[in-house]
């Protein structure tokens, strides 16, 4: 289990490049994922390795093969210091937890973490960096196992209700 | 008390006030699917167990990205669409109309007061009509297609106040790409972009959706110009418009306001690979182009064929350089055909395509080689956008575009 650490500004075009769009399968699109941007990633990535990243992190198109595609190489989870919002909803819906950690820039490439869910850091180099809770709604949504099977308990939804986030 | 725009367009739905920061599951007006993004909403759908669309009269499906498909599995993917819209009787299924967002557009399928989703990020487009319209990815897709309701977060708005009129050979697309630059590729994440002052309220549709559909490139979540006259107008023939006037209230509370003035406005540029990294044209004229495309749902209807046209002129294009036109729709292609604009392209050496994405997805035609440049009206130059990670896409209006395309390098469209 280890770190791949990115820069900030990470797009979907650069998770997972428009041309293989056609595929929707995790494990075939993982074969391609950030193609030509840092390819020894799909070469190597292994299950259970984490996606540390800056600002912004899969900023542009809605793209669902983009965290696809992180879920096909093995990752479950996703550190940043900011996600863009579509890809942030993405990444619960299909699996993928994104944590958003302003201490992110600090984790070193290739080095190794825990992830202390419940107690709310991560722990980094002999040091806890604090992570943000996810918004009680979305908590909601992992908690059930993602959208679909949060969705799959629905007969229909009653709209309009709401709550603080 | 006093309430933004956004906040009125939830409140509405709702029947309740409304306010920034709360989660919402809200009715949703229109769906839009394509081509790309649609065979894993429709999949989720099922996953979810979904038999039958929450209103198959308020789902859009239509084909842009890979039209004519350019490969097998995008065929299939088509075929898998049709028979799912035929199977659900949606009746809304266009298979070569054009650009998904134009397409909602021209056909007044976006309205004022509307909440619309689309499995698309720059369905910020509808913006343009009054309407709040935010990109949603494909199982949230599905959610909305066995619910027709989706959560939001109902977004704090930004304030762009824009004053003034363009100088000739600029307008809405260097005017969004400055804003672009001083706010930051995730200067509005989480909120809303509402464009307000003279020079919106003077501007004409296309120009509006112009800038709408780039919100989203400072990671909005939804872009609007409060509609007014010209919303009316645009829509009337298209839709049914009890025109539904809406705007902020005063001392309604907003997260920040920037101003721009367009006066003093000059052609800009957005440098490789970032849609913040935006210059003054001069700052990178001079550099060769391999390639230049003047299309996508940002720049490719009419009015910047028109534009790219009237740069244009009798001459022609540099005999290095391919430029590739794409109309953003079937009608815009009619409109440039019989202004004898296709004509004036294809003469000076354009290629031109039938309405659908083309090189601004990047997987379909018109990909470029390690090392190559191209010039594009379109709304992304993330590294590997438009092919080759190694190649490098500027971003600019269409005038730009046409007045670069003469000279085979960046050129400011005042000097030729
Ligand atoms: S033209 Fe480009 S930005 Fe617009 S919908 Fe097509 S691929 Fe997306």
Redesign the interface.
């Known amino acids: 289990m280890r770190v791949w650490k990115f820069g900030d500004n990470i797009d979907t075009d650069a998770i997972i490049p428009g041309r293989y769009l056609v595929i929707y399968d995790p494990r075939t699109l993982a074969a391609h994922a950030f193609e030509g941007t840092r390819d020894e990633f799909a070469e190597s990535a292994r299950e259970g390795d984490i996606i540390v990243a800056g600002r912004n992190f899969g900023c542009g198109s809605s793209r669902e093969h983009a965290p696809l595609a992180l879920l096909g190489a093995g990752v479950r989870v996703v550190i940043a210091r900011s996600f863009a919002r579509i890809f942030y909803r993405n990444a619960i819906n299909v699996g993928i937890l994104p944590l958003v950690c302003r201490d992110a820039p600090s984790i070193e490439d290739g080095s190794a973490i825990a992830v202390h869910l419940r107690d709310g850091y991560i722990e980094s180099g002999g040091k806890k960096l604090p992570i943000e809770p996810v918004p009680a709604f979305l908590q909601e949504i992992i908690d059930a196992g993602g959208l679909v099977e949060y969705a799959k308990k629905l007969e229909r939804v009653e709209t309009c209700t709401g709550s603080q986030s | 008390m006093a309430a933004t725009l956004v906040e009125k367009i939830f409140s509405q739905?709702?029947?309740?006030s409304?306010r920034a920061?709360?989660?919402?599951?809200?009715?949703v007006d229109l769906a839009m699917v394509h081509d790309?993004?649609g065979?894993?909403a429709v999949?989720?759908f099922r996953?979810?167990?979904g038999t039958r669309v929450f209103d198959p009269g308020k789902i859009v499906l239509l084909f842009d990205?890979?039209v004519p498909a350019d490969?097998i599995?995008?065929a299939n993917?088509h075929v898998f669409l049709r028979k799912f819209a035929i199977e659900q009787e949606i009746p809304n299924l266009d298979l070569r109309e054009g650009i998904c967002h134009q397409v909602v557009m021209e056909r007044g399928r976006a309205g004022p007061g509307e909440i619309i989703v689309g499995?698309?990020?720059h369905?910020c487009m509808y913006g343009a009509a009054g309407a709040f319209a935010t990109?949603?990815?494909?199982?949230?897709m599905?959610?909305v297609l066995?619910?027709g309701?989706l959560?939001f977060?109902v977004p704090e708005t930004i304030r762009i106040v824009a004053t003034g009129t363009f100088p000739p050979r600029v307008g809405p697309k260097d005017l969004i790409l400055e804003i672009t630059g001083r706010l930051g590729?995730?200067g509005a994440?989480?909120q809303a972009l509402e464009f307000t002052g003279s020079t919106f309220q003077t501007m004409d549709m296309p120009g509006r959706m112009t800038c709408c559909n780039m919100a989203v490139e400072m990671?909005a979540?939804a872009g609007i110009v409060p509609p007014d006259r010209v919303t009316g107008e645009y829509l009337a023939g298209r839709r049914d418009t009890s025109l539904v006037s809406l705007s902020s209230d005063p001392g309604a509370r907003f997260a920040q306001e920037y101003s721009f003035n367009a006066e003093d406005l000059t052609p800009r540029v957005a440098v490789p690979h970032?849609v913040d990294q935006v210059v003054d044209v001069s700052r990178v004229a001079g550099t060769p182009i391999d390639q230049v495309f003047i299309g996508s749902c940002t720049n490719g209807r009419f009015e910047d064929l028109k534009e790219a046209a009237d740069v244009l002129g009798n001459r022609s294009f540099h005999p290095s350089v391919r430029v590739i036109v794409i109309p953003a729709s079937r009608t815009e292609y009619l409109k440039a055909l019989r202004a004898g604009i296709i004509e004036k392209f294809v003469s000076a050496g354009a290629l031109v395509e039938a309405p659908c994405c083309g090189p601004c997805?990047?997987?379909a035609f018109g990909?470029l080689a390690p090392g190559e440049v191209s010039l594009s009206t379109s709304n992304?130059n993330?590294?590997?956008?438009q092919g080759?990670?190694?190649a490098s896409v500027y971003l600019c209006s269409p005038a730009t575009a046409a007045a670069s395309a003469i000279n085979g390098q960046i050129t400011d469209p005042r000097e030729v």
Request: aromatic share 8%; proline share 3%; glycine share 16%.
């Open positions: 739905k709702c029947g309740r409304v920061g709360e989660v919402v599951m809200a009715p790309i993004t065979p894993l999949q989720k996953e979810m167990g990205h890979q490969s599995s995008a993917n499995a698309d990020s369905t990109g949603i990815g494909s199982t949230d599905g959610f066995k619910f309701a959560y977060r590729a995730d994440t989480y990671g979540k970032n997805m990047g997987g990909l992304r993330f590294r590997g956008r080759s990670t190694e």
